[in-house]
């Protein structure tokens, strides 16, 4: 059986293949052991799932389990999404939450994500700790810990007020499609929305471990019948999260799909055009360079990080950032936690379509006019384990001068080898730490050098 390990956004697996109870309770021990190593153990721990198989019985599992290290916990009645989660350790001053959770992965899969004190992604430091406790003991308690059921989203709601323009959206009342994708995300996402001022027509609304047949993922294959509502309702938009609610999908009022990095880069402009300023775009280093541009435009910093949100997460808590974001379909801004949250950024695309009186498909429109073109594409590559690591050893080590038939102005080297050519296009070049893939990321300034470069990188995969 593997090694618990965590990854980018916690540890996942199979449910009753490596993901089983007896494994869920080492977790949850080392992750008591952490709070109590911590100092934090006289704060409230918060326990919970999403919509997937077995997540209400896990998550009792874990409150059982971190009870008898003597630590009280905090539990909600249903369901609930990430962002959610990380909103109440913030507003609670928990200790920290454990989120059972396997986000967008395929229904048969569950997961733990550590959510500490800070309210975002746990760092590396603080899950090799908890790796380190894996299999370990607790040290008990004379006194057995308690637990309370309690209630955030109205809270929840008020601080999505703080950083969104409800009045733009309620004055405008307008028609919006949603889909949760039979995820965590039921009930909320409509809610807040309506709280806000929109009429939600709603599909796929109910709980279902099986996710209706399709991965919980809110990526355009799996958005094709939130397309088809939004154009039979004549909705302004179609609004999705994924199955834990921290990844946003969107559908133009033409039923057409939008990208991650097309929507970053249209609330990135729409958030600086309307005067937000003292603070940095940031971006993992796989997501697309409109941001570097817009940056550039509006005369703010770039930063720039490796892939995974918690690295974003870390630029949020060390100083200030206007929106950070990553080509996967996460992003926060600044002034909320330090979490990706999708329905944020549901109600951010709204508000920039309202406020503008333009669709994002016109907004992304403006942005190729005034900085040319953009067009970006992921390829997974599959390569056997020995290949995998001579290939990176060899684009590290080699000195490329020219990638087709562009010279290559700059080497970033911060997750993977990403390769700049002088024209601005770029390729990232990222193996998988979990299976024998290598993950390709290109822009270009055409579809035409698009296919270009996605030659180059897979005949060097051989």
Request: with cysteine; net charge negative; aromatic share 6%.
């Amino acid at each position: 059986m593997d090694k618990i390990k965590f990854g980018t956004d916690g540890w996942r697996g199979v449910l009753a293949d490596d993901f089983t109870f007896e494994r869920v309770t080492f977790v949850a021990r080392a992750i008591a052991q952490h709070i109590v190593d911590s100092g934090l153990s006289e704060r409230p721990l918060i326990i919970a799932h999403d919509a997937r198989f077995l997540g209400a019985e896990l998550a009792g599992l874990c409150v059982d389990t971190v009870h008898e290290a003597g630590l009280d916990t905090e539990t909600f009645a249903r369901p609930m999404p990430t962002p959610v989660v990380a909103y109440a350790i913030q507003a609670h001053k928990a200790a920290g939450a454990i989120m059972l959770t396997a986000s967008h992965n395929p229904p048969e899969y569950n997961g733990i994500k550590f959510i500490p004190d800070y309210a975002g992604p746990a760092s590396t430091e603080i899950t090799r700790s908890i790796e380190a406790l894996l299999g370990g003991s607790s040290a008990g308690s004379v006194k057995p810990g308690s637990d309370t059921i309690v209630d955030v989203i109205s809270a929840y709601t008020d601080q999505l007020c703080s950083v969104v323009k409800k009045d733009i959206i309620a004055s405008a009342e307008p028609l919006v499609v949603i889909d949760p994708m039979h995820g965590a995300g039921c009930g909320v996402l409509a809610g807040v929305l309506q709280s806000f001022g929109a009429t939600c027509q709603v599909i796929n609304g109910d709980y279902d471990p099986g996710f209706g047949g399709h991965n919980p993922d809110p990526v355009r294959d799996n958005l094709t019948g939130l397309s088809q509502a939004v154009r039979a309702s004549g909705a302004l938009l179609g609004l999705a999260v994924d199955g834990d609610g921290d990844r946003f999908g969107i559908i133009d009022h033409n039923g057409v799909w939008l990208s991650p990095n097309e929507i970053i880069s249209i609330l990135a402009e729409y958030l600086l055009a309307r005067g937000e300023r003292g603070g940095a775009l940031v971006r993992s280093v796989a997501t697309t360079h409109y941001l570097d541009k817009i940056a550039a435009n509006y005369a703010v910093p770039l930063v720039e990080t490796p892939v995974g949100f918690k690295w974003i997460a870390a630029e949020m808590m060390k100083s200030a950032v206007i929106i950070g974001g990553e080509e996967s379909g996460g992003l926060s801004v600044a002034g909320h936690i330090p979490e990706k949250d999708g329905i944020l950024a549901c109600l951010l695309v709204l508000e920039a379509t309202l406020a503008l009186d333009r669709s994002p498909s016109g907004q992304l429109s403006d942005i190729a006019d005034r900085y040319g073109q953009r067009h970006s594409i992921r390829l997974d590559v599959r390569v056997g384990a020995s290949r995998k690591a001579q290939l990176m050893a060899e684009l590290t080590e080699k000195e490329i001068d020219e990638i087709a038939g562009q010279s290559v102005s700059g080497t970033v080297l911060l997750d993977g080898v990403k390769f700049v050519l002088d024209t601005g296009d770029w390729l990232l070049i990222r193996p998988s730490g979990t299976e024998p893939l290598v993950r390709v990321y290109l822009e270009a300034g055409s579809e035409e050098r698009l296919a270009e470069l996605s030659a180059f990188a897979t005949s060097i995969m051989t």
